[in-house]
């Protein structure tokens, strides 16, 4: 049985299907497939390579120039390979928003997703900690505290990949006065320090906020685009597209 996926939200979902990350093991999901005709569209992109990684702007318009679509940012860290995340954890900032209810940038609704790749399989729910040292008076580093979120494995057959998320605005509250901080992925245990650490290193902050400032700008420069998004920005082939639950 085929269901039609409302025209609006083709963008959003041919993004997400793009930046997916690819599970050889994966449990199998209903199929996309494309309808015998296609529609066209005038995406507008502007792109920036930034020291910490590389951030990208789009909004879509249909054939006739009217908005269709977006904003949606996209942030991903140096080298990173869609086809090879990294090991053992790989990040990707993203945020879609709509100037005409969102006009100021809010990294409280910017999302953090959290890829974790391990040798062995993840239990049902893990934690990953993102820590913060406490220092104390002439004693040096005697302890911490810790922002965490539950990781989730990808599917039951695909155990050592799994993912999380976080709210961009609350770690770089959290994180103040840092440049980096330390993470530890933790499998928890309902006794007193019975948690076991099955992975760690080390999440740069600075590139987080790199992205934020850079967003003013790139937002203007988009806006300098999309003013005449048939002239100035790309037609694309969007194609309509169908679900089919097996």
Partial sequence: MFKRIRRQSLWPLAWALLAAPVCANAQQAPTI???SQDDWRHRCDVERELQGGAISLSRIFTEAGAFDGGDFMRWVPKGHDLQHPRRPLDLELSYI???RTQPQIEPRVME???RLSLDQDL???STIEIKRPFPVQPHGVIGGTALSTPVFPYSGFDRRNGHGELPLGDLLAYSEGYD???WSLVRPSD???GGQTLARGVI???ALREAVNALPELRAALASKAADPITNCERVRWPNMVMRHR
Avoid: H, M, R
């Fill in 180 to 182: 980096a901080l330390d």
């Fill in 204 to 206: 740069d902050i600075d």
């Fill in 97 to 99: 928003w709509d100037l």
């Fill in 33 to 35: 497939q494309t309808a």
């Fill in 191 to 193: 006794q007193l320090g």
């Fill in 112 to 114: 953090l997703t959290v």
């Fill in 123 to 125: 239990p049902d729910v």
